[in-house]
Structures are given as C-alpha cells and as structure tokens.
C-alpha cells in the first residue's frame, strides 16, 4: 500500500457508500486499485495491487476477521 499524491482520472463513489457523509471513492488503473475519502480528497489516495484488493473483498464477502 503506498500514499500516492498523482491521481487516476476515473474516480466513481463505492456503491456501498450510500448517501451519507461517509462515503470513499475508488479507481481503477491497469494493475492498482485506489482509494480516497470523498471528503478529503486534496489528502490524497491509497493503491493498492488489484490482485490484494481482490483478496480483501473476498475476504470481507466471507465475513473472514483478523485477531
């Protein structure tokens, strides 16, 4: 995971987000996926490899935890 400060161009809001206040943003590039809170967008962004992102979705679909 790295902070990044260069943006992708094709920001869209998480479909679980809602219409509340609390919502993150995703994009997709060609091997990275990242992440930025709607509300503070000049902080930058997370990315991530797609392949981890992949994994922490199915991990979270099967309601898989860490101790």
């Known amino acids: 995971m790295l902070a990044s400060q260069g943006s992708p161009s094709?920001?869209?809001?998480?479909?679980?987000?809602g219409n509340g206040p609390t919502c993150v943003e995703v994009a997709d590039t060609?091997?990275?996926?990242?992440?930025?809170?709607?509300?503070?967008?000049?902080?930058g962004h997370l990315s991530f490899p797609s392949s981890d992102w992949t994994s922490l979705l199915g991990?979270?679909?099967?309601?898989?935890?860490t101790q």
């Open 10 to 17: 094709n920001w869209r809001k998480s479909s679980y987000s």
């Open 30 to 43: 060609l091997h990275r996926i990242h992440v930025r809170d709607t509300q503070n967008r000049s902080l």
């Open 59 to 65: 991990a979270l679909r099967d309601g898989e935890t």
